[in-house]
């Protein structure tokens, strides 16, 4: 894997998922705190390579007028006040602000996808990449969707195993074997860093 034609996406790191008070910090039954320390070992690893390093953040306003009768896990959110661009919940967590400028912030996510309603893709294709790497949160939400829709943008998708949280430790194996190696590649983190050194 080349790190000059090469993209490691993180998405969703937030104080709301990833902080012990964030307001949807239960949703993620699996090890948050796993998949930080693996997240976090990478990015210190990787920092001096060409890699591109990009984050996806989701936001919205204080009155979610960005969402027209959501549902689901938009619902949720909603519902709950999370992710609120004014609100300690969105901020990116303090981990990642401390690299500064080496990570690329792509805002306007709304949804499930980091593709959709962004400028992800220009920005891949600014800076040549052929191959994307997805870590973060949701497992079946946010990182298959975002997965997926990078596929049929023509880019091959790897995906973290042990840089990425499902909601349950179950639904985390079931992705990880049986729905992302349908269009991905499934490595843990050091296996990525192994490839990009």
């Known amino acids: 894997m080349n790190p000059e034609n090469t993209a490691l996406i993180l998405i ?4 709301d ?18 998949v930080l320390a693996n997240t976090l070992e990478m990015l210190n690893a990787l920092a001096d390579s060409k890699l591109t390093i990009i984050s996806t953040p989701i936001l919205f306003t204080d009155d979610y007028q960005e969402l027209d009768q959501p549902v ?13 661009r004014s ?9 990642l602000k401390s690299f500064g400028d080496r990570i690329i912030e792509v ?15 220009n920005v891949l294709r600014k800076h040549g990449i ?11 939400i946010c990182i298959d969707s975002t997965g997926r829709s990078a596929h049929e ?3 091959s998708v790897y995906v973290l195993r042990d840089a990425t949280c499902g909601r349950t430790d179950m639904e985390q194996d079931f992705y990880c074997e049986n729905i992302f190696p349908l269009y991905a590649n ?8 192994e490839a990009i050194r």
Do not use: C, M, W
């Open 12 to 15: 969703g790191y937030q104080n």
């Open 17 to 34: 998922y990833f902080e012990a008070d964030g307001i949807l910090h239960g949703v993620i039954e699996s090890d948050a705190k796993a």
């Open 72 to 84: 689901g896990i938009l619902k949720t959110i909603k519902d709950v006040g999370a992710f609120k």
């Open 87 to 95: 609100s300690y919940g969105g901020e990116t967590i303090a981990e």
């Open 107 to 121: 805002p306007g996510k709304r949804g499930l996808n980091a593709f959709a309603r962004t400028e992800l893709e």
């Open 130 to 140: 052929q191959h994307v790497v997805l870590a973060g949160v949701v497992t079946s």
């Open 153 to 155: 943008r023509g880019f």
């Open 186 to 193: 499934v490595l843990d983190h050091h296996a990525l860093i």
